[in-house]
Nanobody, 121 residues
């Protein structure tokens, strides 16, 4: 039902910046908590950031705090992840996800295909 499409990934040198976008369709975007996750080869999927439906509240994992900013534009059905001061450890496939009523609160029900971020040293 809900479809999510990420974009904006690429290759960047350490210290550089990227802005990821996630476009949503097929649901009521403005009602959903949205999150960003990442997964590096051989590693478990890791939570990165989330944002409340209104955009008022945000939360980040410690490793990206102060460097990454999650935001959303409900009029455009889009959530963003601004990534600054990138490090090689940030290299991963990045996924956006939506918390909808399908599986109840606290569960991300829909996921995008992912966009690759590679940070060189």
């Amino acid at each position: 039902q809900v479809q999510l499409v990420e974009s904006g990934g690429g290759l960047v040198q350490a210290g550089g910046s990227l802005r990821l976008s996630c476009a949503a369709s097929g649901g009521t975007f403005s009602r959903y908590v949205m999150g960003w996750f990442r997964q590096a080869p051989g590693k478990e999927r890791e939570f990165v950031a989330r944002i409340s439906a209104s955009g008022t509240y945000t939360y980040y994992t410690d490793s990206v705090k102060g460097r990454f900013t999650i935001s959303r534009d409900n009029a455009k059905n889009t959530v963003y992840l601004q990534m600054n001061s990138l490090k090689p450890a940030d290299t991963a496939a990045y996924y956006c996800a939506a918390d909808t009523p399908k599986l109840g609160f606290g569960n991300y029900d829909y996921w995008g295909q992912g966009t690759q971020v590679t940070v060189s040293s």
